[in-house]
């Protein structure tokens, strides 16, 4: 009766039955994994809302399978204050970057045979985004060398064959924070160019670099066949009015041809609202502040964890994060992870997620990832009983 798509896990795992058993005492949770910002302090006042939501014009209905152009002209702003020429003809408006990729895998894949490559570590949908248009994933890894992030240019090209259409990059890169540069763009590029692939860029976090160094987008090449995707759940924090969009980059003969070809994809669904459309402008405009409440919220919460592994018995690691929401703690070699977060969720109610959550490769040893998104009291209650319970482990 069912597609056999995806593995359709549908038991709760031991760290989620942990906490549920928590909850259901009426015990506290102090949750780190906490990534929705709209619950953890950041949500947008109602009247501001309210006022960018309710133009007029919303009782037409007038649809472009690109999106209204007043909104596509609006991302093309954001892209040029960040010093990137984006035209809004390059631009298609989508719910949600999720949404994205799948518009994206309909272009490029044909299901059942074809494959992507996926970073690991790295966003734990992406393997659903893929499993769910019936695309074939493998990973490929990022390795922790010299104090960075980097793409291994063999480990690439040994993960390509002849049925790969596609390499995903998370940049700024959920949870290692870790950015694309120049070296890496040319590895990706490279392999693009020489075995005919798509790059999907997801940039969502790229308004999240470290102050004074921004994180720069690659919606401006030329070379590689490229779509970098992002949208208003982390550039304006608001997940909740599902707006996306898709840049295409690359060669210009290629960029038009699939710019013909998503049109079709994108008519067909028709999917973004037209109020939030109609308030793309006003709300893109006003985001910084809430950004710039967040990147505060970040940097606390940072120097708590810094904190905590410079004084820690335990040799703990703070791996550094160049941009996004995440902290990576590198526990010593023998911690078992996934017994520590389950321990720690059961006993403490404190909710951390264990490195293979994020596909983190065993032999890169045990992590813990926790969100800098959590409200500063949390993070440091639930500090030390994390110390507490590694020297259980
Ligand atoms: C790397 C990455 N891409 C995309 C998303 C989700 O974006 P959207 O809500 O636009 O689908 C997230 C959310 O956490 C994310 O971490």
Known sequence: M???????????NRLTRAVAARRAAGMPVLDLTEANPTRAGFAWEDAVLARALGSAGNGIYDPDPRGKLSAREAVAAYYRERGVTVSPEEIFLTASTSEGYGWLLKLLTDPGINGVLVPAPSYPLLQFLAQLENV???PYPLRFVEGRWRVDAAELAAAIDARTKAIFCVAPNNPTGSVLDERDRTVLRDAAQKHGLALLVDEVFLDYGREGN????????KTAPLFVLSGL??????????????????????????MARLEFVADTYLSVGTPVQLGAEEILAAAEKVRTAIGQRLAANEAAVRDWCAASAHGLELLPREAGWYAVVRLPRGVDEEALAVDLAGRDGVLVHPGYFFDFAPEQGPHLVLSLLAREEEMRTALPPIEEALRRH
């Not at 921004?214 to 090449?221: F, G, K, L, R």
């Open 2 to 12: 069912f597609s056999s798509r995806l593995q359709w896990q549908l038991e709760d």
């Open 136 to 138: 074939n994933i493998r």
């Open 214 to 221: 921004p994180v720069v987008s690659w919606a401006e090449e």
């Open 233 to 258: 759940s982390k550039v304006a924090v608001l997940p909740q009015l599902k707006l996306g969009w898709i840049v295409v980059a690359g060669p210009e003969d290629w960029r038009k041809e699939a």
